[in-house]
């Protein structure tokens, strides 16, 4: 557990105004959980992480499951599935927020284990092939669903969707002058 506090803590460094926001919840027990492992940390007076006791109970709590922790670490649209908050809902959202908005400054531990320029240039190719990677799987969803649509049609178009839609709502509207049109002709007999 003393591992995790440290690794929360290098990050909350980086990014000092996280400090400056979770110093308001000094001496609060927060229970981190990524199903299965679970940890309970203290926010200390210097807004930083500590291991809590084994017996602590936690004041509030957090848990991921492994594919919302994904979402998470690769900055994906904020969805909550997957995430639940428990006691201090205040504390726990504000924890969660601190959490979900640190930027680790990668290039700034790497230089320190390879160098300044090493570490520009590894990232700079990193982030060149992130790009690339992204690119690449965005051209290749956009070829499956031109095949999907066009090849083999296995999803809908939206013009047919909206010719459906709107051939229902006439259907429907059919319907009810049909069945005015019955209450009349009953009426009169």
């Known amino acids: 557990m003393k591992l995790a506090a ?3 803590n290098h990050l909350l460094r980086q990014n000092a105004w996280a400090t400056e926001r979770l110093r308001a919840y000094a001496g609060k027990t927060v229970k981190l959980a990524l199903t299965p492992v679970e940890a309970c940390f203290t926010i200390a007076a210097n807004g930083e992480f500590a ?3 084994a017996d602590t109970v936690a004041d509030a709590g957090i848990t991921l499951t492994p594919f919302a922790a994904l979402r998470l670490l690769t900055r994906q649209e904020q969805d909550n ?3 639940a908050l428990e006691g201090d809902t205040e504390l726990a959202a504000a924890v969660g927020k601190v959490l979900q908005q640190l930027q ?5 531990d790497l230089s320190k284990l390879i160098g300044d320029i090493p570490a520009h240039e590894l ?3 990193g982030k060149r092939v992130a790009a ?3 690119r690449q799987l965005t051209s290749l969803a956009g070829m499956f669903a031109e ?3 066009e090849e083999r049609p296995l999803i809908a178009k939206r013009r047919d969707l909206e010719h459906f839609a709107a051939e229902v709502g006439a259907l429907r509207d059919d319907a009810e002058r049909f069945a005015k049109r019955m209450e009349k ?3 009169s007999l």
């Not at 680790?104 to 700034?108: D, V």
């Open 6 to 8: 440290d690794s929360i």
């Open 51 to 53: 291991p809590a006791a």
């Open 81 to 83: 599935s997957g995430i």
């Open 104 to 108: 680790w400054e990668y290039e700034e």
């Open 123 to 125: 990232v700079s190719l």
């Open 132 to 134: 690339e990677g992204q």
């Open 147 to 149: 095949y999907w649509l």
């Open 185 to 187: 002709l009953e009426k």
